[in-house]
């Protein structure tokens, strides 16, 4: 029995996972929302019992997904996929000053005349080198709720103040890292400080794999295949 748990980033939501869910027409697959949009919020649990000969639960964690991810479900998985994903957002190099300035100006526009055009600009960012047809969506991407506008803040606020590996992982787990090489969101710092604090947490090492053709957002199939392909190797077999 094989399932996945899929995690969406910051002013994501589970609609993102589409192309993911076609190419793991095997698995059983459950996305949480955060509801920041029209969608309600879903927390998903596991479905079946970890006691099971060959389980695989499989936590697949976009970006700030990883530290959004419900901790029980994030501590019972076995396998943990980070996309583009961080331990402590803002680096602390030269970095430093150009992250943190960015992010203070993203949560100062939230809730006033600027916020779609906040928003338009991250997502288009976040697909880079990839593009995005934001005209044709735009009602629907650009449009928070009154609640989902508190959690977009909140969430943020979350995102500036990581400095850790997300609460709940658990040390046993086996673990991916996606790093895509035109990401204009992560620096290269905070991709490396996610691999060092793994290696220090995980009794094995993660697995790291980088893509030449994607920007902080993963959209074509063959790279999601190759995470497929991660996950259901004899190496990933041998570990359930």
């Excluded at 793991?24 to 099971?52: H, I, M, S, V």
């Excluded at 976009?62 to 991810?69: E, Q, V």
């Excluded at 005349?113 to 934001?134: G, Q, V």
């Excluded at 697995?207 to 053709?213: A, V």
Aim: glycine residues 4%; neutral net charge.
């Amino acid at each position: 029995m094989k399932e996945i748990i899929a995690m969406h980033g910051w002013a994501g939501d589970s609609h993102q996972w589409s192309t993911w869910i076609d190419c793991f027409q095997n698995w059983e697959w459950q996305a949480a929302e955060r509801g920041y949009k029209d969608l309600c919020p879903y927390t998903p649990k596991w479905k079946n019992d970890l006691n099971q000969s060959g389980l695989k639960r499989v936590a697949i964690c976009h970006s700030l997904g990883s530290h959004l991810i419900d901790k029980e479900v994030l501590y019972s998985a076995n396998h943990v996929v980070f996309i583009n994903s961080f331990s402590r957002f803002i680096p602390t190099g030269k970095e430093n000053w150009t992250v943190t300035t960015a992010l203070n100006r993203m949560m100062d526009t939230i809730n006033t005349p600027h916020e779609e055009s906040m928003l338009r600009k991250f997502y288009i960012k976040a697909h880079k080198p990839n593009t995005i047809n934001i005209e044709s969506n735009e009602s629907y991407l650009l449009s928070l709720s009154d609640s989902g506008r508190i959690k977009l803040k909140n969430d943020l606020k979350l995102l500036i103040n990581s400095d850790s590996l997300p609460t709940g992982l658990n040390a046993d787990a086996k673990v991916l890292i996606i790093n895509s090489n035109k990401d204009y969101i992560l620096a290269n710092e905070t991709k490396e400080k996610l691999a060092e604090d793994l290696t220090i947490h995980l009794k094995e090492k993660p697995t790291i794999i980088n893509l030449q053709d994607e920007g902080h957002s993963i959209s074509k199939l063959r790279n999601i295949q190759k995470i497929k392909h991660w996950l259901e190797s004899a190496h990933a077999k041998n570990m359930v």
